[in-house]
């Protein structure tokens, strides 16, 4: 079944949110509660405060880790050839695949979703 035109794009960012949601859980799973620092920040002109945050090695570890997720291989067929793609590759080939459809040059689009184990 394909979906009508009025697609949004918070619409298509929806198809993939469950593998950055799925990920970060996973992360914060192994996290301590000395994996974190409190930072003063300036919240207008006249309120100062705390913020509780990640250490920056965790951070900049969570950042890497992300992007390396984004290159795990998933059983989904690319568009020119190949059994499988990374799921950077999947996103973006979903995305140009949904503008030939609201383009008109193609009848219908139909998410490939992945699951990653």
Known sequence: MAWGKRVSLCDFQELYRYL???FVIEYCRRLQKRDFT????????????KRECLN???T?????????????????????????????TLINEEALLLAKYLRNERETWKPRLCSVD
């Not at 890497?64 to 997720?69: A, I």
């Open 38 to 49: 409190m930072k003063n920040e300036d919240f207008s002109t006249n309120r100062k405060g």
């Open 56 to 58: 920056d090695f965790l």
């Open 60 to 88: 900049r570890n969570l950042t890497r880790s992300l992007n390396e997720y984004f290159q795990t291989k998933v059983e989904i067929p690319r568009i020119r050839m190949g059994k499988k793609q990374e799921i950077e």
């Open 20 to 22: 950055v949601d799925d």
